[in-house]
């Protein structure tokens, strides 16, 4: 009879840092038994973050304890970020975390693809085209037949192209496609040097009363025995916490898409329909008719009892009286000859005997970040917290695979620790996210090293493996290599320890705009990542181009220390872009690297190698008016690119709005979805709208029908839609030539539409009042033209700009006709 306490597993409480050591509760280690004790794998598959459903992944996780991950085949690199102003790769990062830190409450695990998310697409044909299918296909089986699951899970449904974004379906089309081939031996062969062929037993579409546009149609379509119907609304007393809960704390993750959610309680049935693969023997069970017990692999019968013993009779008072059962079945374990299972459940077991013997192990590096070759010290430590004999025999640092011996013994509650110089190889790699390494193209990561495809992060190699004895079984502890440091204000803090280049070179800006003949200063921030940095500072550029100086001599003696170097650059007299490239020369190396962090409470802070860059563009551009407010929305950089242009850019809180106050601004600016992330907006915008009425110009830029805060953005009414032109290249026409937006002070041609980057524009109004006008005419290819992605008023004394063209993406690319087009929206009535 195993004794029980109601132990809670506060999840709420639960701190989000991948880095620190694991300290199981006796009932987080009873959860570990009980899915130690079912073989059972489960893959949901989908295309973005938040795309997941994390019911149904919380659910199996927990529920029924199967192995369960998600493969997103994007980053989401291409979305909004409603939290900063990071956008593409670094959205893509932030993202990677946020769905880390949802399987991390949920359960499950998360894999990925090499497709970069581009953007929105409107059919799976555009898709598939623009990320490779072959590549993401091959993906897609490559995870497959590493994980092995039983079970795939389409959150899309492959049969209906064209009503979803077209990398939904693309996804479902990828899945269904994979699950007929991950068996065959002939595709894909370069696969099998790493892993075995595969053939899943069952494939679902995970759907819902969304696909049938109402209740009622779904219920009656669900009521057909093909669908399998069960309840996920299941409450964990071990938690404390109910299923519906825990996925709405996982879904919380997603806060770059303001996706908090609210968790709920009682019963939430979820509906999967077979499309390929054996009938299921239960309606209710995903699993019904495949063997999940350890007797489905080869020796797994003993194992399988000498579990479920430790399982019926597990001690939550004294999880270390287990110990003796657990360390038998490791043994065994490591004699079955199935490797698939024989790994996981070496991985699983070890977990758990390490938690029921109170084993702490953890190596802390003196430093946050080294560079190749440098010497950093050590700092580990191991305690046994149980009456188990417990030895330390030795320990390992990696990747030099140096060995120290120690033959410690751990006695109960004794802590032991110890010192080490640690030195990093001279030809370590940056832990920078390896997907961006390499220059992919529009849609594809490159990746060159085949093992790192699907793994949502670089694998860190600095590691320290502790070479442990418990009652005589032998069992080793891989740990990496962590910096933590205590704070005054929260404490005990923990990172992720970082390898990178010995000095960080980075421009202030992204791109400089040379609006005239005038020069500005370039700023180059040189950081030293170790002690003593020495080196010329070089930039070159075009002849076209005048620079001063060439050159900077740099001196920085302390490791952490930085200055900021400013450099005159002169443009040509003609529009002309360029890229440059700093250059920092050692008497050893050169290096070319900026070094990025970003760092947000909810997900561990990252770090970024990229080489640095500069777009200088010369662009022909007037401008009428100086002083411009900005009220900001979801986070973007438009008031930075408007000062570039020579504008005097304020940025007020909502608060202070008042039309008087805002009387001395030549125009306001809302930021992108201003109205759907501001409140405030609700009780300021009558201000707003005052502020046109006596003569000025108010330029909105994009919302979200859904989420708005207002009933009337603008003085006459108009609709918003998800009406959108995708394809960045899209033709343009102009329906009113004459329009002061397209002549003053600025002529617009259609040649100020060449180089838009991802997307023309979103959500355009589908219907407005008769007072505004239409100046631009777009569509994506085999559509109909639409008509508002720029809507003009004359409201009173002044202008109303309502407008869904994508400048808050032009303008960080430094897209010149972007500019353009924007000074004369700024320039109406002046």
């Known amino acids: 009879m195993r004794k029980f306490l109601p132990f809670l597993f506060l999840i709420l409480s639960f701190k989000l840092d991948a880095q620190a050591p694991q300290k199981l509760s006796a009932s987080a280690i009873y959860e570990k ?83 970069n998310d581009f953007g929105y697409s409107k059919n799976p044909e555009e898709t598939l085209k623009t990320w490779n299918k072959n590549e993401v296909l091959s993906d897609v089986v490559w995870v497959i037949r590493n994980f092995k699951p039983d079970v795939i899970i389409n959150r899309f449904d492959h049969r ?93 993750q997603h806060q770059s898409q303001g996706f908090g959610s609210t968790g709920s309680r009682g019963s939430e049935m979820e509906y999967l329909e077979l499309i390929k693969g054996s009938q299921p023997t239960s309606r209710e069970d995903v699993f019904s008719g495949i063997n999940t017990s350890w007797t489905r692999v080869e020796g797994g019968a003993q194992i399988g009892e000498i579990l479920g013993d430790a399982q019926k009779n597990f001690d939550f008072t004294n999880p270390s009286a287990s110990l003796p059962k657990l360390l038998k079945a490791y043994s065994l374990i490591q004699n079955l000859k199935d490797e698939h299972w024989r790994a996981i459940k070496t991985e699983e077991i070890k977990g758990i005997i390490q938690a029921c013997a109170g084993l702490y192990l953890e190596a802390v590096s003196n430093s946050e970040f080294a560079s190749p070759g440098d010497n950093i010290r050590l700092h580990l430590e191991a305690i ?33 620790k110890k010192s080490f110089d640690y030195k990093i190889p001279l030809n370590a790699a940056y832990t920078s996210p390896y997907w961006l390494n390499k220059e992919g193209t529009v849609g594809m990561y490159r990746v060159d090293d085949p093992k790192l495809i699907g793994k949502p992060e670089t694998p860190h190699t600095s590691t320290v493996t502790f070479n442990i004895d418990i009652n005589g079984t032998s069992i080793s502890f891989k740990k990496e290599i962590v910096y933590k440091y205590n704070d005054n204000v929260s404490g005990e803090n923990y990172e992720n320890f970082e390898i990178i280049p010995p000095v960080s070179i980075g421009f202030a800006d992204d791109v400089i705009l040379f609006p005239n003949q005038e020069s500005k200063n370039i700023r180059i921030k040189v950081t030293a990542e170790k002690d003593n940095t020495r080196g010329i500072l070089k930039l070159d550029v075009p002849s076209e181009w005048q620079i001063s100086p060439k050159s900077e001599a740099v001196k920085l003696p302390q490791k952490g220390s930085s200055i900021t170097y400013t450099f005159k650059v002169t443009p040509p007299s003609s529009q002309n872009e360029i890229w440059i490239q700093p250059e920092f020369e050692t008497s050893e190396e050169n290096y070319k690297d900026e070094v990025i962090t970003i760092n947000y409470p909810h997900i561990p802070k990252q770090t970024l190698v990229v080489p ?12 009428k008016g100086e002083n411009i407010a900005y009220i900001a929305g979801a986070g973007d950089v438009v008031p930075e690119s408007l000062r570039q242009i020579g504008y005097h850019v304020s940025v007020l809180s909502p608060a202070t709005i008042n039309a008087d106050a805002l009387a001395k601004y030549d125009a306001v600016v809302t930021g992108v979805r201003a109205y759907n992330v501001l409140e405030e907006l609700r009780y300021k915008n009558r201000e707003l709208m005052k502020y046109v009425e006596n003569g000025g110009t108010l330029v909105s830029q994009y919302n979200k029908d859904r989420g708005i805060t207002v009933d009337q953005i603008g003085p006459f009414p108009f609709k918003l839609s998800y009406d ?18 397209l002549n003053t002070p600025n002529k617009i041609t259609k040649k100020d539409f060449d180089g838009w980057v991802q997307e023309r524009g979103l959500y355009f109004p589908n219907t407005w009042d008769e007072n505004y006008d239409t100046v631009l005419s777009m569509h994506d290819k085999n559509e109909e033209a639409m008509q508002g992605s720029l809507l003009i008023a004359k409201y009173g004394k002044g202008y109303y700009v309502y407008t869904g063209l994508s400048f808050f993406r032009q303008f960080p690319a430094g897209v010149a006709g972007s500019y353009r087009l924007f000074a004369n929206l700024l320039s109406l009535g002046k």
């Not at 640092?397 to 004794?414: C, D, F, G, I, M």
């Open 33 to 115: 038994i009980e899915k130690l004790n079912f073989l059972g794998s489960v893959l949901y598959l989908a295309a973005h973050p938040d795309d997941e459903n994390t019911r149904l992944i919380s659910y199996f996780s927990n529920e029924k304890h199967a192995r369960t991950a998600y493969l997103s085949l994007t980053r989401g690199d291409g979305g909004q970020n409603l939290i900063g102003p990071q956008i593409r790769e670094q959205l893509g990062l932030i993202r990677t975390q946020e769905l880390l830190a949802a399987r991390k409450i949920d359960g499950g695990r998360q894999f990925f693809s090499r497709a």
């Open 724 to 741: 959108r032109v995708t394809e960045e290249d899209a033709e343009i026409n102009f329906i009113n030539a004459d329009s002061p937006v």
């Open 160 to 252: 209906t192209p064209g009503t979803t974004h077209g990398h939904h379906t693309a996804s479902a089309i990828l899945s269904v496609e994979a699950f007929e081939i991950t068996k065959d031996q002939s595709i894909f062969p370069q696969q099998l040097e790493y892993t075995t062929t595969w053939q899943p037993e069952r494939l679902f579409f995970n759907t819902s009363s969304w696909f049938f546009g109402n209740q009622e149609a779904f219920r009656e379509a669900t009521k057909d025995e093909k669908y399998l119907t069960f309840d996920t609304g299941v409450y964990f007393p071990l938690k404390g916490l109910s299923n519906p809960e825990i996925a709405s704390l996982s879904r919380s």
């Open 612 to 623: 640095a860059k500069l777009k200088l563009a010369k662009i022909d551009i007037d401008k």
């Open 384 to 416: 046994n917290r149980s009456t188990a004999n417990v030895t330390l025999k030795s320990i390992v640092l990696n990747p030099q695979n140096r060995v120290e011996e120690t033959a410690t013994l751990l006695p109960n509650n004794e802590d032991w």
